[in-house]
């Protein structure tokens, strides 16, 4: 896994591989710089007109050792230092003694910066603040970065835009950027919708950090790889048979939302479940049987929703919530059938509105469960928030409470769990942005269950075979048509791809 570490935490990982590698700070400066004008080397040829805007901490001095070096590729450099409030460091003060033998245009900003400062380039580097930035720019600092963003040039920020803070709220004024060049580790802000505006795409840049302190270093925060996903699937045996995989059974569907449980069922099916039953109304009988002959139909009383259910012993995971409506005789089915069933349970769409409005939530969720709430639903159960860090500390605490994971899907969905860890998902694209891909979801996470994952591991398989089938689709089919069923076509293709 991909371990996301605070700031205090890079900070100590720096110095730890300075100590430990050894290699002096300046030279270890001089690696980043590095790694970054190959990216840039290999993107932008020599003809661009390249401002870079420093402050004089360490990011500045990345800024100064970046000059210098574009300036040997033949790049024509203008380098500008913003001189406010902020301390010389070492390694800024170096750099700037390294560049004086080279011929790089330089100009100071201390007091006022024109709105047309900019103006010249082609590409802006922002390297006015790194992870150092403790407090909101002000003064010159915030004039320069509103230049910065005035500015029409392509824009890339040095480890992290200035003013957005790695691990805590930030205010503006922030650095936009088409890019943001990290080192070593992808900050914890690059994956919450609220900075999007800022860092445009992101690329990890590796500058030989220490992998020994990143093993050993604790963290809660981790972005999902595929390597990780590999290793959490189960192999599957010669002598395995229907029974090893479970029972699963999903209750999703209403008149007029059929759908919904047709594609909950058919990703159940291509997750590996050993045997599926759902549970539908009458109406839905013929529906259902026809469309997913594999999966066997329990039929309701009622003719249009979900009213009542029967015997629950045979499953060993139940998915419960797509297309069910908000009905009153719904709602008491729902309450009902949860209390009388102790498995997991995958909770999505209708159930968790359901869930949102019951007067005792708590009680009801069978610890060890899965909750999939978007960003809307997840407000619906827990309320607003001010920032989408306080959302992570809201979904954390709901994990906790429930003693289940609580998953807010969107792009980098995340997966929190009643320890406290928060897992990010970078598979996915904005083609999945329409109706029944979360029905696709939960048919895939009941599967996972029933087959006995825990919900921790079913949740983190789930979260990321499902973004990986929708960006096989999507690379077929394109975003723009991309449709839920073609997650549900391009499920064997991504479980094929993840499986050992
Ligand atoms: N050896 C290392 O530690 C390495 C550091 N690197 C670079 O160093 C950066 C971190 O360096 P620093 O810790 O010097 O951080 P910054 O370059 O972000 O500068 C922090 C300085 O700014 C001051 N400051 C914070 N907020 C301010 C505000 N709002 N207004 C005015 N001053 C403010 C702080 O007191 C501190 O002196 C990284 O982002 C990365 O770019 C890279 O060169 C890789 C190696
Ligand atoms: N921009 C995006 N990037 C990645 N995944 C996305 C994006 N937009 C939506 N998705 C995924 O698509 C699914 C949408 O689920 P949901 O909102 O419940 O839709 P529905 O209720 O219509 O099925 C989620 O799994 C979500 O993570
Ligand atoms: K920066």
């Not at 503006?172 to 990290?182: F, G, K, N």
């Not at 990890?204 to 809660?220: A, C, H, M, N, Q």
């Not at 979904?395 to 990010?424: C, D, I, M, N, W």
Request: aromatic residues 8%.
């Amino acid at each position: 896994m991909t371990k996301i570490l605070t700031v205090k935490q890079i900070k100590a990982l720096d110095e730890y591989t300075i100590q430990h590698e050894p290699i002096a700070s300046i030279e270890l400066m001089e690696r980043a710089c590095r790694a970054f004008t190959t990216w840039f080397t290999e993107r932008f040829h020599a003809l661009n007109k390249v401002g870079i805007v420093c402050g004089t901490g360490n990011n500045g001095g990345d800024g100064l050792g970046i000059a210098r070096q574009l300036k040997a590729w033949g790049y024509p450099v203008k380098v500008w230092v913003v001189r406010g409030n902020m301390k010389e460091s070492d390694d800024f003060k170096e750099n700037f003694k390294r560049l004086a033998g080279y011929v790089v245009d330089l100009v100071n900003i201390s007091s006022e910066a024109d709105k047309g400062l900019f103006v010249e380039c082609d590409v802006l580097i922002d390297a006015i603040f790194g992870s150092g930035l403790s407090r909101k720019p002000e003064g010159i600092y915030a004039q320069v970065i509103q230049c910065f963003n005035q500015a029409t040039a392509t824009k890339i920020a040095v480890d992290i835009p200035s003013g957005l803070m790695a691990d805590q709220k930030s205010e503006e004024p922030i650095a936009r950027v088409t890019y943001t060049l990290t080192f070593q580790l992808p900050k914890l802000a690059f994956l919450l919708p609220q900075s999007q505006q800022y860092i445009g795409e992101w690329t990890v840049l590796d500058i030989g950090l220490s992998k020994k302190f990143i093993k050993e270093v604790d963290t809660t925060n981790y972005l999902l790889t595929q390597k990780d996903i590999k290793r959490l699937i189960k192999p599957r045996s010669k002598f395995d048979h229907k029974g090893t995989f479970g029972h699963a059974l999903l209750i999703s569907g209403s008149f007029g939302k059929m759908g919904a449980a047709i594609l909950s069922a058919k990703a159940a099916l291509r997750s590996g479940v050993g045997l599926l039953t759902t549970h539908v109304p009458q109406c839905g009988y013929s529906i259902m049987q026809s469309s997913v002959p594999e999966a066997m139909a329990q039929v309701d009383d009622d003719d249009n929703r979900f009213t009542a259910y029967s015997n629950l012993e045979s499953y060993n995971a139940l998915g419960i919530g797509p297309g069910i409506g908000t009905h009153e005789t719904s709602v008491k089915a729902f309450i009902s059938v949860l209390k009388s069933f102790a498995k997991p349970v995958v909770i999505d769409a209708d159930g968790l509105n359901i869930l949102s409005a019951h007067s005792n939530k708590y009680e009801v969720v069978p610890p060890g469960s899965i909750l999939t709430p978007h960003v809307k639903e997840f407000k619906r159960l827990v309320g607003e928030w001010s920032d989408d860090f306080e959302r992570l500390e809201k979904q954390k605490e709901l994990a906790l409470q429930l003693r289940s994971v609580v998953l807010v899907k969107g792009a980098h969905s995340t997966v929190a769990t009643p320890e406290g860890k928060l897992y990010f998902n970078g598979t996915g694209n904005p083609g999945m942005a329409t109706g029944g891909t979360g029905d696709v979801l939960t048919g895939i996470l009941t599967a996972l269950l029933a087959q006995g994952y825990t919900a921790e591991d079913a949740a983190r398989i789930g979260v990321y075979v499902h973004g990986f089938a929708g960006d096989l689709a999507a690379s077929d089919k394109g975003m723009i048509s991309l449709i839920a069923s073609d997650l549900i076509e391009y499920l064997p293709a991504a479980f094929k791809l993840l499986s050992r």
